[in-house]
């Protein structure tokens, strides 16, 4: 290649260098805001629908409810000189006088009783089952994948659907579980009127007894995939060398496993103090009217904390009162989960 060619094409390579060069200075801020709105704004703006969503019904009722807690929020009827009454709806500052009322209330108390029943009545036999059904799965089994995806089937079912169907199972005349009753001639009287089985919505140990059915049915299939994902970082060694010694599979299971999964103990204890304390839907749909809220009648023999605040909010237009109700119901669950936490750490031997 000649000098004159050499030349020509550094010149040519110069020239598209200036006019790149040139290009960019044109076209240079307007890239660079670009740039730094595309990596300072956009992922905000991603982002955003959860926060919104999460603002407008997570952070707002709470303080929303807060602020009514204080105050007399609820339908009055006032009657008029003509002898008429009309719906108003009042607003007014009470300050503590809901929350005296709330612990001052019978109602309250009773609710709170029935629901402490149910939680204790229902997470222990719940949590030791679930620690059982996972110490079995964890071992080699056939048809192993179908039995660890069999036990979820509760727990994705959803929980109006399941609370319906069990609704029916204990009903007092047709019901299947009175039907399994029948085959043992068991019978019951009530009113003089004799009918296979019990009928289970009449007292509070049969109320109980089906609620708990219910509640254990729907969460210890999700207790016992928490422990068996636990379980399984435990090294097999472990359990080789504890055969070795003559340890059997129950002397295993409470020697090795429980205390190698204690966080998950935790964690479980903690996740059904806190469901317990809040149960709602099984107690509302096993009632004859649901809209009622009555939870057992006029006895109120299985009405839980959470289905007096919805009534005493929807049923009888009283949201201060039930807002009262509801953060007396958190202070309780807090310190109830605090409580069962720090017992779980004591007796798995925490020091």
């Known amino acids: 290649m000649s000098a004159k060619s050499v030349e020509a094409a550094e010149a040519n390579a110069a020239g598209t260098d200036d006019a790149a060069s040139a290009t960019r200075r044109s076209r240079g801020p307007k890239s660079s805001i670009w740039a730094r709105f595309d990596h300072a704004v956009v992922p905000y703006v991603l982002i955003s629908p959860f926060f919104i969503l999460f603002v407008a019904f997570g952070i707002f009722p709470i303080v929303y409810s807060a602020l009514i807690s204080f105050q007399s929020y609820r339908n009055e009827y006032p009657v008029n000189r003509a002898g008429t009454s009309i719906n108003v709806f009042t607003e007014r500052w009470v300050g503590l006088e809901n929350f005296e009322r709330t612990l001052t209330s019978f109602d309250f108390w009773q609710a709170l009783f029935n629901t402490f029943g149910l939680f204790i009545l229902s997470a222990v036999p719940q949590l030791l089952l679930a620690l059982i059904l996972a110490s079995l799965l964890n071992r080699r089994l056939r048809a192993q994948s179908v039995f660890r995806v069999g036990i979820l089937v509760p727990y994705i079912t959803p929980i109006v659907a399941s609370s319906i169907v069990f609704s029916t199972f204990f009903a007092k005349e047709g019901g299947q579980a009175n039907w399994i009753l029948s085959l043992f001639h068991i019978q019951s009287t009530y009113g003089g009127n004799t009918i296979d089985g019990i009928d289970w919505r009449n007292s509070r ?110 049923n009888q237009k009283n949201f201060g009162f039930a807002g009262a109700m509801s953060w007396v119901l958190f202070v309780v669950v807090v310190v109830v989960a605090a409580l069962n936490g720090w017992l779980s750490n004591k007796i798995g031997g925490r020091k």
Do not use: C
Not at 253 to 264: E, G, H, K, Q
């Open 205 to 314: 140990w049969s109320a109980w007894l089906a609620l708990v059915i219910m509640i254990d049915w729907k969460w210890t299939g999700y207790n016992a995939l928490l422990y068996l994902a636990a379980m399984q970082a435990i090294p097999k060694d472990v359990y080789e060398a504890a055969a070795l010694d003559g340890a059997g599979a129950w002397r295993q299971l409470w020697s090795i496993t429980v205390p190698m999964i204690r966080p998950m103990v935790i964690f479980t204890v903690v996740l059904s103090t806190i469901g317990s304390l809040q149960l709602f839907a099984e107690p509302v749909q096993f009632d004859t009217n649901p809209a009622s809220g009555s939870g057992g009648g006029n006895s109120h023999i299985w009405r839980t904390v959470a289905q007096l605040i919805w009534h005493t909010g929807w």
